[in-house]
């Protein structure tokens, strides 16, 4: 998803640093780029196109941009067997890659089974798996038009989402645990006012600062679309065959952006 990528790309450089203001210049650093999250959530919309396997999808388009992707040590091994297999992660690399699963389904028990099929292939640790669940629900309520207030409550049986971003900055442990990142980067889009401020929001939690961003893109793109500006600039820095995965989903499932 575009929003997705957009948070990847726009949080790369600031990943793990000392955190930086809401108002950091530019958007779009000089030395910005798309990392395992684009190539990730790109895989997952591939999968759906093709009706393909998720896990064999994952691992071809993981092993095709090997060298580009900043990959979790986990998710190397997984990477590189043969026959790759579940290992229990409850971090927030399947939350980050799920979005498209939202713009697919059309039931909330629909959004729930493929979100599971997506998930269980690698963090099929409990934790893990409810967090790609409530992003996946996240942008299909958004998407539907659903407002940020009535997302949180339905999305409470997942996580207390009852806090502004503002109130726990000073606090927020920088992590990729999904417990303590995936829920931070949810407010970042539901009480964000436009697509720019959720990233903005996002980045400047510091962390992991792409993912939180990816995360929050992939929300606040069904929320507000995405402006033409920043969207040309993302779409700049794909590969001709990410192009025509995004392309040819838009397309085939209408997505507005």
């Known amino acids: 998803m575009i929003g997705v990528i957009t948070g990847d790309i726009i949080g790369s450089v600031y990943e793990f640093k000392k955190r930086f ?13 798309f990392t395992d999250d684009t190539i990730c959530s790109l895989a997952v919309m591939d999968a ?36 790759p297999e579940p290992y229990g992660s409850y971090g927030n690399g399947a939350a980050m890659r799920i979005a498209a699963v939202g713009w697919v389904g059309q039931s909330v028990s629909q959004i729930i089974e493929m979100s599971d099929r997506f998930t269980e292939i690698t963090h099929n640790h409990p934790d893990g798996m409810k967090s790609a669940r409530a992003v996946a629900l996240a942008v299909y309520l958004a998407r539907r038009g659903m407002r940020a207030e009535d997302i949180r409550e339905a999305l409470y049986e997942y996580y207390d989402l009852d806090f502004a971003i503002s109130d726990i900055i000073d606090d927020y442990q920088r992590t990729e645990v999904a417990e303590e990142s995936v829920p931070h980067a949810i407010v970042c889009a539901l009480e964000a006012t436009t697509f720019e401020d ?11 600062t792409d993912t ?5 893109g ?16 993302t779409l700049a820095y794909l590969t001709p065959k990410m192009l025509d995965v995004v392309e040819t989903f838009y397309e ?6």
């Open 21 to 33: 203001p809401y108002s950091f210049e530019p958007l779009f650093h000089p030395k910005a780029k």
């Open 198 to 208: 959720a990233i903005r929001k996002a980045v400047s939690l510091g962390g992991d």
């Open 212 to 216: 939180q961003a990816a995360i929050a």
């Open 218 to 233: 992939g929300i606040a793109e069904a929320r507000f679309g995405i402006p033409e500006d920043i969207k040309e600039q």
């Open 48 to 83: 759906i196109l093709q009706d393909a396997s998720p896990k064999d999808t994952l691992h071809s388009w993981g092993r095709e941009f090997w060298s580009t992707g900043g990959w979790g040590k986990m998710f190397v091994r997984w990477l590189a067997s043969k026959e």
């Open 252 to 257: 085939r499932y209408e997505v507005r952006s």
